[in-house]
């Protein structure tokens, strides 16, 4: 089972911006695909970005493209997000995931393993 930790939320102003890690417990790491996920009070959680095992294909929901990137490094079984020109709609707390067999990567139910999540709070 891999478990999952973020780290790296916070209170930022508008326009600031943030990197968020994700730390895996185990070396399979490497051969899952990685989502980022965001949850806001009322509101069901969304798919933010994804990055493929080797870190070949990312994918970015439209609300975040230009602005947030996704990365990985396998050899320290640890994913991030890098958040630039934030704003206050983006608060939310971040989630991270996993998934062998990723199909649709903009879907909560291809993930297996969840963080716990990290608290992002972007004020105006």
């Known amino acids: 089972q891999v478990q999952l930790v973020e780290s790296g939320g916070g209170l930022v102003q508008a326009g600031g911006s943030l990197r968020l890690s994700c730390a895996a417990s185990e070396r399979t790491f490497s051969n899952y695909a990685m989502g980022w996920f965001r949850q806001a009070p009322g509101r069901e959680r969304e798919f933010v970005a994804a990055?493929?095992?080797?870190?070949?294909?990312?994918y970015y929901s439209d609300s975040v493209k230009g602005r947030f990137t996704v990365s990985r490094d396998n050899a320290k079984n640890t994913g991030y997000l890098q958040m630039n020109s934030l704003k206050p709609e983006d608060t939310a707390v971040y989630y991270c995931?996993?998934?062998?067999?990723?199909?649709?990567?903009?879907?909560?139910?291809?993930?297996?393993?969840w963080g716990q999540g990290t608290q992002v709070t972007v004020s105006s």
């Open positions: 995931a996993t998934s062998q067999i990723l199909v649709d990567v903009t879907s909560t139910g291809d993930y297996d393993y």
């Open positions: 990055i493929s095992w080797k870190g070949i294909n990312v």
